[in-house]
């Protein structure tokens, strides 16, 4: 079972509307997590970062949040725009791990 | 130009070759590492290297080897490529500030 799932896996909005992403883990111990932005054909793109003290984090349009008790996070965008449409990333990592645990991502697609 | 640079960008080949994904990086880190990405799934960590003298497997470093060759090249090899290794090929590079990942654009490696 992989220790990082996303939901939903995909997601389709209108433009203008606002969408929620979740990210739920079983990493441990926990270091932090991490959102991306993946573009068809592109490499991910960090969007923020939270450590296990931070609760929420903001990136223009993005906001996430962190229940480090409940193990979950989620990414919030307002006000979505076509470009918004892409893979969105969650990865976590723990305490003295040297890799990363991602998520299968949920591709967004925003429609006019 | 970009941070991280991957060549080939599409490639096709077939059972039993052998291939070789070149990455090179100007961001100055020491950190590199190479994924794959498969449909439905997470990237999963093939290898990384924490300096031109270490290099340590990840997850799924069976079928690859790598190679550091300097600081800023770090180079993903398929012995004797099978259909299974069909899929997209991340490298990325980890320091600054925040301790990011950044990645490159990819490799679409297709082996028939």
């Known amino acids: 079972k992989n220790q990082v799932e996303q939901s939903p896996q995909s997601l389709i909005i209108l433009e203008g509307k606002n969408c929620t992403l979740q990210?739920?883990?079983?990493?441990?111990?926990?270091?932090?997590l991490r959102w991306y932005k993946q573009d068809t054909g592109r490499g991910p793109v960090s969007l923020t970062i939270m450590t296990f003290s931070e609760n929420t984090k903001s990136n223009g349009r993005y906001t996430a949040t962190l229940d480090a008790d409940t193990k979950q996070s989620s990414l919030h965008i307002t006000a979505s725009q076509l470009s918004d449409s892409a893979s969105y990333i969650c990865v976590v990592s723990a305490v003295n791990n040297n890799d990363m645990r991602f998520g299968a991502g949920t591709r967004l697609t925003v429609k006019p | 130009d970009a941070d991280v640079t991957q060549t080939p960008r599409n490639r096709i080949t077939k059972t039993g070759k052998r291939i070789m994904l070149e990455c090179s990086q100007t961001?100055?880190?020491?950190?590199m590492y190479w994924y794959r990405q498969d449909p439905g799934l997470g990237l999963r960590l093939i290898y990384y290297s924490f300096d031109v003298k270490d290099i340590n497997k990840g997850e799924i470093s069976d079928g690859y080897s790598v190679s550091r060759q300097a600081q800023a090249k770090f180079s993903l090899s398929l012995e004797s490529a099978i259909p299974n290794q069909t899929a997209l090929y991340f490298c990325?590079?980890?320091?600054?500030?925040?301790?990011?990942?950044?990645f490159g654009p990819g490799t679409r490696l297709t082996v028939l």
């Open positions: 990325a590079t980890r320091g600054g500030t925040y301790n990011e990942q950044f």
């Open positions: 990210c739920n883990y079983t990493v441990s111990p926990f270091s932090n």
């Open positions: 961001k100055g880190h020491d950190r």
